[in-house]
């Protein structure tokens, strides 16, 4: 059987903020609705319910003194470490993000130079043929860059690529919106290599789809609810969480679904999915959307790893910190073995979903 090139994951990275913020520390918040209106609701109630929506019942922030680029800095050196790689010898650094580097003082997004060349700069790279770039995809960034280096591998342009995600959300969340208990920070990153085998390794198929005619204003930036916040001219990330929910239901399920069939496998054949993770209940509920596509009701016991209850929704990082999470074995009843398949999915702003489909080795 005539040997093929796969893009396999040799190494893995993370770092999750050292701040802890529990639900509790929004009880002295003022939250508004989305017409200015103040809610008279006392705290302690939207908290609790905001738990029992979401599961989230703490997450971490970035400290003061750091940046976007720091955290996929510090995320990117561990997969370096990982994979036991010469870092000169990397031809794609890719680092997916939407809001750049955010100072803890200035909201302004900072995308100059990328954050990618700053990550190679912080990396000490001297090789001028590591290409350093960002991608902005939404939530779904960090599991678009890998099927990016999927392709650049699969042709032959590239053997080795470090991608990472990284995100501080809390520095663009607007304090006055009970969204903003959502949001956290953290990074991850991982190094794909080339690797030849006569059989399917690594990457086996990715699907994508993006959702823009329709589906565009679900994830916005916007002023705050606050009617009377000090600075007017701030965005921060809105969200329509009714509409958007709806349309995870409706979108996600069948989206690995196809993904699953292009790589000619069943949902028997999984032994992880990994989702990006905005809304513990939501991911709940696409888990068992997609089983039913299969007419399966009852559901394989820590199949659907989660994080968010401890670490929030870290956007572009939550998939690769997640895999590097179990990987390293420090995910409570949750591991990886040779030949397991793993479905890496994710939905966010634009409207976009992504799917791949990743057999261990």
Known sequence: MNKRIYSVITGAGNYIP???????????????????????????????????ITTIAERRYITDDLKTSDMAFFAAEEAIKSAGIDKEELDYII???????TQFDNRASDHVPSLASKVKHKLEIKNPETVAYDLTFGCPGWLQGVIQADYYIKSGDAKKILVIGAEVLSRISDPHDRDCMLYADGAGAVVLEAK??????????HKTRSDTY??????????????????????????????????????VPSSIKACLDKANLSISDVSKVLIHQANGKMDDAILKRLYAL????????????????TLGNTSVATLPTLFDLILKNKLENHSLNKDDIIIF????????????IYKME
Do not use: C, W
């Open 95 to 101: 680092v997916a993000n939407n809001f750049g580097d």
């Open 18 to 52: 050292t701040k802890q913020v529990k639900n509790e520390d929004f009880l002295l918040n003022e939250f508004y609705e989305a017409n200015g209106e103040k809610i008279t609701k006392p705290n302690h109630e939207i908290t609790s319910k905001f738990h029992e």
């Open 196 to 205: 030849e085998s006569d059989t399917p390794i690594g990457i086996m198929a």
């Open 294 to 309: 299969y007419n399966v009701v009852d559901l394989p016991e820590n199949v659907m790893p989660m994080t968010i209850a």
């Open 214 to 251: 329709s589906h565009a204003g679900l994830l916005h930036m916007g002023k705050s609810y606050n009617p009377e916040f000090e600075n007017k001219s701030d965005l921060f990330l809105k969200m329509n969480g009714r509409r958007l929910y709806q349309y995870a239901l409706d979108t």
């Open 345 to 356: 999915a994710s939905v966010g702003a634009g409207m976009n979903i992504n799917a791949v």
